[in-house]
């Protein structure tokens, strides 16, 4: 272990002791009887290292509940008094001295006293003395005697009670040749914070060598937050100036710059600026994040005058903490600067920003910027435009897509998907049904899933007659909008599938059926089943087998039965079925393995089969185990139906 982390160490230790009670050690809070405390006393005087500790955590809990200053508590103090001036065991005085702590008076202070003078128990009497009121005195009269480890428990006891009498006393300590005394008084007059402490600090920082330097920075940092809490402006900002022109480490200067941003008046910008230009990314964003924290206009300016000018990780930092300010508006003109001649990560960074600072006059330069060749700028401009929130929105962004080329349109026909923009259902469905360019069509299709109204439906059910380009899309737009719109619009698309003149016109029109869930659609799709015409028969079972209820069951079955019909759509309905079947119903677990068990045998192809398999496990009994057990004897299914079976009888 290096040197200075056992100061840390001791200090560390020396900091936590102090303020811990005796039931810190693991014990519990519990009652305690009057009548008992004779014995725990009892105990306690004879009581050494490694004896039963109950007696001791119960007449620690019993402290604990007393009020200081009351009778209860005088009595307990005069008997713990009397034992640390007895010939009890080192490990009973030093639990009476800890008891002291919690409830003592100005009684138990010369017995205190006096153990200061022995350096078995002289942490323990100085833990006590720290939370007793009125024992500073004793303290600081005890420091011109005490030396090692004794020594470094009072200076850390004076500083964690904030003993502005005691600076005088530290000072000299505070440039002791020792480090473990130099750096406790160091941090204890951190503690205390008062001007003269400040004082201390500062002449000590100035003639210290450079391994002491950064303790006494901390020091003073911590003393000037302690100034500036106090309402202590003035010498707090005279610490942090300090800070800031001795010449110290990275972290301190920030520190101070940090305790300066916190003082009215203190005109830290022009050094935060300076430190931002200097230091390297990490260090300046902490910066930024610091005078973005400043209130009032002027920060932001400060910053947004010297963006373009910074390191290109730092502008980053700087255009991200703008996007986080709402009051950084007037830096919007530097941000698109950044936007357009920074790096890809700089430019990613400025279309975040845009995208809470900006407004519609930004919205070209973030659908442009929707194309560019990085993915992060690409995903920064898109989660902008859809977090963008300006009235005329909608109406910019729907100009655009008349006027631009054929790639952005889709990006931008993206971006209408994103917001669900309702109010361009017209312009997509126009796109739709008059543009040849493919992915830009396939684009305001998925689109109008989420944005079109009842109003556009029946154009789409004509498209979908008509036109057998995107003709999958299509059906899958039609149907989404008719889940949410049933009626009367699939009774038009029923009405338009008995008016078709070909088999491919109702395939398509059958496929726009697709999981709807309605009455007519149903009966319209079982007629379809029985099609001459294979393209209508396979749309058929499609649109069956994403039935949100169970009730096509039996005709899936029903198609999987037909030996005469191609293995394909026996396969479909085979599929099809065991995903209705796995789908709530009113049945019982028995009727449910009896279907599965007619998709096993009707199935043509194996991984039907194994998928059978798998779902009786949603359908635990001992119809179930028995239909598993007899898979295992065709060995390609004899893994499936073991794991199978394995679950089963597990639950």
Known sequence: MNRNRRILLILAVLSLLSGLPFTAYGFQNEKLRASDIDACFS?????????????????????????????????????????????????????????????????????????????????????????????????????????????????????????????????????????????????????????????????????????????????????????????????????????????????????????????????????????IKKEEPKAAANAIQVMLQMPGPAPVKALADILTALRPATQ???????????????????????????????????????????????????????????SAERAAARLSLNGMNCTDFDSVLLGLLQKADADTRVEIVGIIDDRRMMSAADTLLSIATKENHTELRSSALKALRRTASERQIAPLVDLLAKDPTESTTLAETVSSLLKKFPQPHVGYVCQSYREAADAPRQARLVAGLRGVGDAEALTLLRGALAAKQREVQRAAIRSLSEWPDPGPIPDLLAIARQTTLEPTLRTLASRGSLRLISLPADRSHAESVSMISQVLELAPALPEK?????????????????????????????????STLEHLTAK
């Open 316 to 374: 980053q930092a700087a255009l991200l903490a703008f996007g986080a300010r709402t009051d950084a508006r007037p830096a919007v003109s530097k941000v698109v600067e950044a936007g357009r001649k920074g790096s890809p990560d700089v430019r990613a960074a400025a279309w975040t920003a845009l995208g809470r600072l900006g407004d519609s006059s930004h919205i070209p330069l973030l659908v442009k910027a929707l194309l560019a060749d990085g």
């Open 610 to 642: 194994k998928r059978a398999l798998s779902i009786l496990e949603l359908f635990p009994g001992p119809e179930a185990v028995a239909l598993a057990q007899k898979a295992l004897s065709d060995p390609a299914l004899s893994a499936e139906a073991k």
């Open 43 to 275: 105990v306690l005087s004879n009581f050494d290292y490694g004896k039963d500790l109950t007696p001791l955590r119960q007449l620690s809990s019993y402290v604990e509940s007393l009020e200081a200053g009351s009778n209860q508590a005088k009595e307990v103090e005069a008997r713990l008094i009397a034992l640390l001036g007895s010939g009890a065991s080192l490990a009973a005085k030093d639990f009476a001295c800890r008891q002291l702590g919690l409830i003592g008076g100005e009684a138990g202070l010369p017995v205190l006293q006096t153990l200061l003078a022995d350096k078995s128990l002289a942490a323990s009497a100085t833990a006590a003395l720290e939370r007793i009121p009125g024992s500073g005195a004793i303290m600081r009269e005890a420091l011109a005697q005490s030396s090692g480890t004794g020594r470094t428990a009072l200076i850390t006891a004076l500083g964690r009670r904030r003993d502005a009498q005691a600076v005088v006393f530290l000072k000299p300590m505070a440039a002791d040749k020792d480090p473990v005394v130099s750096q406790a008084a160091a941090h204890s007059l951190g503690l205390i914070g008062t001007p003269e402490a400040a004082g201390v600090l500062l002449n000590t920082l100035a003639s210290a060598p450079p391994g002491t330097r950064r303790w006494l920075a901390l020091s003073l940092l911590q003393c000037g937050e302690r100034l500036a809490s106090g309402g202590q402006r003035e010498e707090a900002e005279r610490v942090f100036r300090e800070l800031t022109k001795s010449g110290e480490d990275r972290e301190t200067t920030f520190g101070a710059l940090r305790g300066l941003s916190l003082i009215p008046a203190s005109n830290v910008l022009p050094d935060l600026v300076a430190f």
